[in-house]
């Protein structure tokens, strides 16, 4: 399938063309001015593309919680970050990409670092280039440096028209 490009995906393509050092920083610094909290968390960018993005989260004292894990709150953003993101790589620029719902099961404690990993299968990104809105259900897991899951989200993100009918 032939992906589309809107303004993020071009975005990503032009910083996929550094060298492989500088590629994240570059995104997560882009990233970040289009949401300024992204900065504040810490959230670095390690793979961007129109079907897979990858998001983690290093286990600093800024982002933890009493028992020196990564906060729940951060956690539950690290998969929204990762969610949105690979839709807003997909979703045309005349459309408004809303977060519509967030479930997030609390399974375990975690350990160290964090990365969820969102990806959308072709039939998904096909639904947003030709429905003028709709809703859909983005795949995310969220490891820790146990490579276990801690959490288990689920991300429903809607897509509508940025102007709305007369």
């Not at 300024?36 to 600093?60: D, H, K, M, W, Y």
């Not at 990365?115 to 039939?123: F, P």
């Not at 795949?139 to 899951?149: F, L, P, Y």
Request: charged fraction near 25%; glycine fraction near 6%.
């Amino acid at each position: 399938m032939e992906y589309r490009s809107n303004s993020m995906s071009r975005l990503a393509a032009k910083a996929g063309r550094l060298p492989a050092g500088l590629r994240s920083f570059v995104l997560t610094r882009a990233f970040g001015r289009i949401v300024p909290f992204l900065g504040t968390a810490g959230l670095c960018f390690e793979e961007v593309t129109q079907q897979r993005l990858i998001v983690s989260i290093r286990n600093r004292r800024k982002v933890q919680n009493h028992i020196k894990g990564v906060h729940a709150a951060a956690m539950a953003l690290l998969a929204e970050t990762a969610t949105g993101f690979v839709v807003g790589m997909n979703v045309p620029d005349d459309k408004l990409m809303l977060l519509k719902s967030m479930h997030v099961n609390y399974t375990r404690r975690s350990q160290g670092d964090m990365r969820a990993v969102a990806t959308l299968d072709e039939a998904q990104i096909q639904r947003m280039y030709v429905e003028e809105k709709g809703d859909v259900t983005v795949n995310v897991t969220v490891t820790d440096e146990s490579g276990e899951a801690p959490v288990q989200c689920e991300m429903v993100w809607t897509w509508i028209p940025k102007k709305r009918p007369q």
